[in-house]
C-alpha cells in the first residue's frame, strides 16, 4: 500500500540477496520468527532477493545460520541512509545550496535591457537614446527589479524622449524590455517650411549675428531680453524708390513676406549663484574593518543567524540587502533574508582657513553652474567674491560665469 511504502521509506529498509543452502526454508524461518519481508523475487541461479526492516535485522544471523544460506546485504534504502550520506558530503550539500541561493538571488536582479519597437521600426529615436534615457531614470544593469516602480519609471522615459508617444516595460527573467512607441511626424512642409521667427532664449550682449533667411532685428553690441526677436521671419517691404528726374514710380508696392527665419545669433550670456560653507569640516575616512551580520524575518520575527545583533564599531557606515522569496499570484511568501554589512569608519575634522573656505565654496558654486550650462556654450570669464567676512565661520560667496552661446529660439509666426 502506498501508506507503507511511505513509512518503510521514513524508517529505512534494507535490500537483501539470499544465496546458496536452501532460500525458501530461510523464508519459512523468516515467516515463523514474524519477520516481515517484501518484493520478494526468486533468481534464475537459485537465490532470492528481498527486502526487510531495518529494525529486525538482528535476525538475520540466526535465519541464515538455520537455513545454511549466505545472506548480504545489497543496499540500505530510505531517509535514514540518505541523510547519512549527506552528512559524510555536506561540502556537496553546501555547495549545491549555495548554488540554488546565488541563481535565486541573481535572479531578482535586471541584467539585460533590451528596446523593441511596438508596432513599426523606430525612425527618430535610436535604441541608444532610449537605452541612455532609462539609465538616467535608473534603469541599468545589476539594479533589483524590487527597486523598480514600473510606472514610475515609464512616465520618467517619457519625460526625457519627447518624440516617444508610449513606453512600456516588461521584465522576462532577468530581462528588462523596453517597447517604445513614437509619436506620429509632422508633415515635412509643416516641419520645415512655416513661416518663424528667431528669438531670444535668454538675456545677453550680442557678440555675433548671421542672417541667413529674415530680416535681422538687432546688431552687435545690443543688449536683449527673453522673448525679444532676434530675426523676424516677417520681411517688410522697403520704400518705394524714387526715379530721377521727381516722376512718381509706377510700379505696384510691395507686399510683406512670411518667411522661416533662419540664421546663428550668438551673444555674450552671465550665470550667477551663491554657496555658503562651514570652515570647520567634518569627514569619514573608512577604516577597511567591516562585519556581516546575516538575519533572517519570519513573519515579522527575526533571527540572527551569523554576526553581532547590533553595530560592532562607535562610527560606521551600514548597508542592508533584502533577499526575498518570490511571490506566487497574490500569496507573498513571508520570509526575508537580511544582509546587514557594517564599515567601520574614523571621525576627523579640520578646520578651514579663510582663503580655503573662499577657495572651496568658490569651486562648489561653480561646478554646479557649468553644470546648467547648455550644450555648445563656451565658457569666456569667471568670477568669485566673497560676501562674508573673515572671522565669520560660514564662508559665502557669489560667482559669475560668462558665456559665448547661441541664444536664438525658433518660434512659429501664426497666420497672416
Same mark, same amino acid.
Given at each position: 500500500?502506498?501508506?507503507?511504502?511511505?513509512?518503510n521509506?521514513l524508517?529505512?529498509y534494507?535490500?537483501?540477496?539470499?544465496?546458496?543452502?536452501?532460500?525458501?526454508?530461510?523464508?519459512?524461518?523468516?515467516?515463523?520468527?514474524?519477520?516481515?519481508?517484501?518484493?520478494i523475487?526468486?533468481n534464475?541461479?537459485?537465490?532470492?532477493?528481498a527486502?526487510?526492516?531495518?529494525?529486525?535485522?538482528?535476525?538475520l544471523?540466526?535465519?541464515?545460520?538455520r537455513?545454511?544460506c549466505r545472506?548480504?546485504?545489497?543496499?540500505?534504502?530510505?531517509?535514514?541512509?540518505y541523510?547519512?550520506r549527506l552528512?559524510?558530503?555536506?561540502?556537496?550539500v553546501?555547495?549545491?545550496?549555495?548554488?540554488?541561493?546565488?541563481?535565486?538571488?541573481?535572479?531578482?536582479?535586471?541584467w539585460?535591457?533590451?528596446?523593441?519597437?511596438e508596432?513599426e521600426?523606430?525612425?527618430?529615436?535610436?535604441?541608444e537614446?532610449v537605452?541612455?534615457?532609462?539609465?538616467?531614470?535608473?534603469?541599468?544593469p545589476g539594479i533589483?527589479?524590487?527597486a523598480i516602480?514600473v510606472?514610475?519609471?515609464?512616465?520618467g522615459?517619457?519625460?526625457r524622449?519627447?518624440q516617444a508617444?508610449?513606453?512600456?516595460?516588461r521584465?522576462?527573467?532577468?530581462?528588462?524590455?523596453?517597447?517604445?512607441?513614437?509619436?506620429?511626424?509632422?508633415?515635412?512642409e509643416?516641419?520645415?517650411?512655416?513661416p518663424?521667427?528667431?528669438v531670444?532664449?535668454?538675456?545677453?550682449?550680442?557678440?555675433d549675428?548671421?542672417?541667413?533667411?529674415?530680416?535681422?532685428?538687432?546688431?552687435?553690441?545690443?543688449?536683449?531680453?527673453?522673448?525679444?526677436?532676434l530675426?523676424?521671419g516677417?520681411?517688410? @517691404?522697403?520704400?518705394?524708390?524714387?526715379?530721377?528726374?521727381g516722376? $512718381?514710380? %509706377?510700379? *505696384?508696392?510691395?507686399e510683406?513676406r512670411? +518667411? !522661416?527665419?533662419?540664421g546663428?545669433?550668438k551673444?555674450?550670456?552671465?550665470?550667477?549663484?551663491?554657496k555658503?560653507?562651514?570652515?570647520?569640516?567634518?569627514?569619514?575616512?573608512p577604516?577597511?574593518?567591516?562585519?556581516?551580520?546575516?538575519?533572517?524575518?519570519?513573519?515579522?520575527?527575526?533571527?540572527?543567524?551569523?554576526?553581532?545583533?547590533?553595530p560592532?564599531?562607535?562610527?560606521?557606515?551600514?548597508?542592508?540587502k533584502?533577499?526575498a522569496?518570490p511571490?506566487?499570484?497574490?500569496?507573498i511568501?513571508?520570509v526575508e533574508?537580511?544582509?546587514t554589512t557594517y564599515?567601520?569608519?574614523?571621525i576627523?575634522s579640520?578646520?578651514l582657513s579663510?582663503?580655503?573656505?573662499v577657495?572651496?565654496a568658490?569651486?562648489?558654486?561653480?561646478?554646479?553652474?557649468k553644470?546648467?550650462?547648455p @550644450?555648445g556654450?563656451?565658457v569666456?570669464?569667471?568670477?568669485?567674491i $566673497?560676501? %562674508?567676512? *573673515?572671522?565669520?565661520?560660514t564662508?559665502? +560667496? !557669489?560667482?559669475?560665469?560668462e558665456?559665448?552661446?547661441?541664444?536664438?529660439q525658433?518660434?512659429?509666426l501664426?497666420?497672416?
Amino acid at each position: 500500500m502506498p501508506w507503507r511504502s511511505i513509512m518503510n521509506n521514513l524508517e529505512g529498509y534494507l535490500l537483501l540477496e539470499v544465496r546458496g543452502g536452501d532460500p525458501e526454508k530461510f523464508l519459512n524461518e523468516a515467516l515463523a520468527a514474524n519477520i516481515t519481508l517484501w518484493d520478494i523475487v526468486f533468481n534464475k541461479d537459485g537465490g532470492i532477493q528481498a527486502k526487510m526492516r531495518v529494525d529486525e535485522i538482528h535476525a538475520l544471523r540466526s535465519l541464515a545460520h538455520r537455513s545454511g544460506c549466505r545472506v548480504r546485504i545489497v543496499d540500505k534504502r530510505g531517509w535514514p541512509f540518505y541523510g547519512r550520506r549527506l552528512r559524510r558530503r555536506q561540502v556537496l550539500v553546501a555547495g549545491s545550496l549555495f548554488f540554488l541561493l546565488a541563481v535565486y538571488f541573481l535572479s531578482t536582479f535586471v541584467w539585460v535591457i533590451h528596446v523593441r519597437p511596438e508596432g513599426e521600426p523606430l525612425k527618430v529615436l535610436t535604441p541608444e537614446q532610449v537605452l541612455a534615457a532609462a539609465r538616467a531614470e535608473g534603469l541599468q544593469p545589476g539594479i533589483r527589479k524590487s527597486a523598480i516602480d514600473v510606472r514610475v519609471l515609464e512616465e520618467g522615459i517619457e519625460r526625457r524622449l519627447p518624440q516617444a508617444a508610449w513606453i512600456g516595460i516588461r521584465f522576462r527573467g532577468t530581462l528588462a524590455e523596453i517597447a517604445v512607441v513614437e509619436k506620429a511626424a509632422a508633415p515635412p512642409e509643416e516641419r520645415e517650411t512655416g513661416p518663424a521667427s528667431i528669438v531670444a532664449a535668454k538675456d545677453g550682449v550680442i557678440k555675433d549675428i548671421l542672417v541667413i533667411d529674415g530680416e535681422g532685428r538687432v546688431k552687435v553690441g545690443d543688449t536683449v531680453r527673453r522673448g525679444e526677436i532676434l530675426i523676424s521671419g516677417l520681411i517688410l @517691404p522697403s520704400g518705394p524708390e524714387q526715379p530721377q528726374g521727381g516722376a $512718381p514710380s %509706377s510700379q *505696384p508696392p510691395q507686399e510683406p513676406r512670411l +518667411v !522661416r527665419a533662419r540664421g546663428e545669433v550668438k551673444a555674450r550670456v552671465w550665470y550667477e549663484g551663491e554657496k555658503s560653507v562651514e570652515r570647520r569640516r567634518i569627514f569619514t575616512v573608512p577604516t577597511g574593518r567591516h562585519q556581516e551580520t546575516i538575519t533572517v524575518q519570519i513573519v515579522g520575527r527575526r533571527y540572527i543567524i551569523k554576526g553581532p545583533e547590533g553595530p560592532p564599531y562607535a562610527h560606521y557606515h551600514r548597508e542592508n540587502k533584502v533577499v526575498a522569496l518570490p511571490s506566487w499570484r497574490n500569496f507573498i511568501v513571508p520570509v526575508e533574508l537580511i544582509i546587514t554589512t557594517y564599515s567601520e569608519v574614523q571621525i576627523n575634522s579640520r578646520q578651514l582657513s579663510y582663503e580655503e573656505a573662499v577657495r572651496t565654496a568658490g569651486e562648489e558654486i561653480l561646478a554646479e553652474l557649468k553644470r546648467k550650462l547648455p @550644450p555648445g556654450a563656451v565658457v569666456t570669464g569667471e568670477k568669485i567674491i $566673497p560676501i %562674508s567676512k *573673515p572671522e565669520e565661520e560660514t564662508v559665502r +560667496v !557669489r560667482a559669475w560665469i560668462e558665456t559665448e552661446e547661441d541664444i536664438g529660439q525658433v518660434v512659429p509666426l501664426g497666420g497672416g
